[in-house]
């Protein structure tokens, strides 16, 4: 009984591995499709980046649906929606990188060892993180319903303190999402949460990248 139970433990951890490989390796390849989707759109302007953004959300509702059914769909959804993504936020980056190319640069250092040191967090503990990722899914419901606030009342530093609580909300759920990742033996579950972590990686960069734009100026 107690060999059973060891081989079956080194056989989980080899598929929790495999797991963290492939999804890492899909989280490059979406990341790479998104950069190009910024260069290719870093000139459009107007409702092609909002048919952009829309046409990304729908890829990503399909990846919901695909990951289970057909994992060569999952992919193509995956990095369909990368690059669209990548096209919907294009001119914000170009602005940035014309503008502020230093705070372009600090952002993608900063965002690196934020998920890395929250990530490595999230992996390695023990306790369960499940009740800190529903307390952070609330929150980012509520940063929203702030940021809307933000578009029409003015509040002294309000970008700011909206990007330093969003980088609070994102280090639980980056956590949250390698903890799952590592408890996981799934491959079929390598693209969606490939995209999550993406997404992690994507909002800590551009919270970074409004903080670093300010304390610039």
Avoid: C, K
Avoid at 64 to 70: C, G, I, L, N, P
């Amino acid at each position: 009984m107690s060999s059973s139970t060891a081989a079956a433990g080194v056989i989980g951890r080899d598929r929790a591995r495999s797991l963290f490989a492939q999804t890492m390796q899909y989280v490059a390849g979406t990341t790479a499709l998104f950069a190009l989707g910024a260069y290719l759109g870093r000139d459009l302007h107007g409702a092609v980046g909002i048919i952009a953004f829309i046409a990304a959300f729908g890829a990503l509702i399909g990846l919901q649906f695909a990951a289970r059914r057909s994992a060569g769909t999952a992919l193509l959804l995956l990095g369909a929606f990368g690059l669209l993504l990548g096209l919907a936020i294009a001119p914000t980056l170009a602005y940035y990188a014309a503008v502020n190319p230093s705070a372009f640069w600090q952002a993608g250092g900063a965002t690196a060892l934020f998920v890395a040191g929250f990530g490595a967090a999230g992996y390695a503990t023990r306790r369960d993180l499940t009740a800190l990722a529903r307390i952070g899914t609330w929150a980012l419901v509520g940063l929203i319903l702030f940021g809307v606030v933000l578009v029409f009342v003015r509040i002294p530093n309000g970008a700011l303190i909206y990007s330093i609580l969003g980088l609070v909300i994102f280090a639980g759920l980056i956590a949250f999402d390698f903890q799952r990742l590592r408890r996981s033996s799934d491959i079929a579950s390598a693209p969606l949460m490939a995209a999550s972590i993406f997404l992690d990686i994507l909002n800590v960069f551009l919270f970074f990248l409004q903080i670093f734009s300010r304390s610039s100026e």
